[in-house]
């Protein structure tokens, strides 16, 4: 009887104080997702670059924009942000980092930046364009959290080879096998299509297109974040500025999802893989001929349409863990030899008339002499993102394809994938076996760095998703 009237005194008190008996369930926990697009399309007269000679924008044919995506798992929270550019420095993401670390609560180390590769985008650290670029990806990130709803999140992929070829060939005419240095090289980029020159390809492709889905608790589409090897696709009138098949993909992809048209937005986005010798080029077969912006848009098109196939076969989750790991490496910089240097001298003496051993080589002098005057060694931003079974990874090269098969086959996670040219901008990075064939890409001045940078910084982030996967799980 005594333990009777003791219960009942116990309920009435914790009536009367108000408290819910229920309290002390613990809560459910709730996934949440935001997401939103900023332009960032920059003021006419800015230089197209993404070639040996810029030129001056003169018209925009459809608008730049920074993609964001928010997850609020309850415990953590991270973000991507895809930005319409050819490359952007490290110096330009973290002037907006900082304004988003004073307008928001995200944590700024846990959000992935990163450029798409378009080629008919201009400078991002322009004295003009850098303040506005800055203020569209804060802008994205603000929304993007001020957007943030209850949510479910799955994940997949699927192959599409026909869109993705190696630019790297091996070629029987040397001609096409000088480089600028006075040298012949094994393999050429980019060879004559439909060639009788042509042997085989010097490396694989990655054809799978990796996403992931968010979807609002009630199930309608909220945002999707594509991954896709294929550096670029082009075929953009000159001084036109466009997003390339970039922009494409995430306009098209909302309609297949059948996302509706309410406010927030859904919001579409593709971040460029690990397509350092890899492009939209058939060289095998030659390329058939399309109008201006036409290829660009059947590419988008069927990219877009093999993952909406792919994407209504995934399993969502109403929660998952997620994590973000940041970390640096410090990567020696090329220098050139005494060789390098005089061969360049005598090139350089010759009246500019004369005959080019290679019509870039006044080109790499100059790169050359940079990296000559220029400081010995630089320190480069590495990052690893969970999200459940799926691992992102970061690297702020143009890289090679090789790496991100790696990548993902030594993961330990079920799923993983590459962003590249992410937080930071450093040219190529080829693996230590390419760069004993030579090609545009390994040429010093394209390539800066050490030449088994590629190596190291494989290594340091399959120890950095190992430390993501064991500190997540617990």
């Not at 320190?379 to 702020?396: E, K, N």
């Amino acid at each position: 009887m005594k333990y009777v009237q003791f219960g009942l005194v116990v309920l009435w008190a914790l009536a009367f104080s108000g408290r819910d008996v229920r309290a002390a369930e613990p809560a459910a926990r709730v996934f949440r997702a935001g997401a939103a697009a900023a332009d960032i399309t920059p003021p006419l007269g800015e230089a197209v670059v993404g070639g040996f000679a810029p030129f001056p924008s003169v018209e925009v044919h459809d608008p730049l924009h920074a993609r964001c995506l928010v997850l609020d798992n309850g415990e953590t929270k991270i973000a991507w942000v895809i930005c319409d550019n050819l490359g952007i420095i490290a110096e330009v993401f973290d002037d907006a980092r900082q304004l988003i670390a004073k307008e928001t609560d995200l944590p700024p180390e846990n959000i992935l930046m990163a450029a798409t590769h378009t080629h008919s985008g201009t400078r991002a650290q322009s004295a003009k364009y850098r303040p506005l670029l800055v203020r569209g990806i804060a802008d994205a990130v603000r929304q993007a959290t001020e957007n943030l709803a209850p949510a479910k999140i799955g994940w997949g992929g699927i192959d599409e080879p026909s869109e993705v070829h190696n630019r790297r060939w091996f070629v029987s005419d040397p001609e096409l096998r000088r480089n600028p240095f006075g040298g012949i090289d094994q393999v050429r980029m980019n060879p004559p299509l439909a060639s009788d020159v042509l042997i085989k390809p010097a490396g694989p492709i990655d054809p799978e297109i990796s996403f992931l889905s968010v979807r609002t608790a009630d199930g309608k589409p909220l945002a999707l974040l594509a991954n896709y090897s294929l550096h670029y696709v082009g075929g953009v009138e000159k001084g036109e500025i466009s997003a390339d098949y970039f922009g494409v993909f995430s306009e098209k992809i909302g309609g297949l999802l059948h996302a509706e048209a309410t406010k927030p937005a859904f919001v579409g986005m593709i971040s460029n893989g690990t397509s350092g010798d890899i492009n939209n080029n058939n060289f095998r077969q030659g390329n058939k001929r399309h109008g201006r912006y036409e290829k660009m848009a059947l590419v988008a098109d069927l990219v877009a349409r093999r993952v909406a196939e792919a994407e209504a076969k995934i399993d969502y989750h109403d929660w998952v863990p997620l994590g973000s790991i940041r970390q640096e490496i410090t990567l020696a910089r090329r220098k050139p030899d005494q060789a390098m240097q005089d061969y360049f001298a005598r090139r350089l003496a010759l009246p500019a008339d004369a005959e080019p051993f290679h019509r870039y080589e006044r080109n790499y002098a100059a790169r050359v002499q940079q990296l000559l005057e220029g400081p010995d060694s630089v320190t480069v931003p590495l990052q690893a993102v969970r999200v459940g079974d799926l691992a992102i990874t970061a690297i702020p090269f143009e890289v090679f394809v090789e790496i991100g098969l790696e990548l993902k086959k030594k993961s330990p996670f079920g799923d993983n994938f590459t962003i590249e040219l992410a937080n930071d901008y450093h040219g190529y990075l080829p693996t230590s076996a390419q760069h004993k064939l030579g090609g545009y890409e390994t040429w010093m001045g394209t390539n800066r760095v050490q030449l088994d940078a590629a190596e190291r910084i494989t290594a340091q982030l399959l120890e950095m998703l190992a430390e993501l996967k064991a500190t997540s799980d617990k």
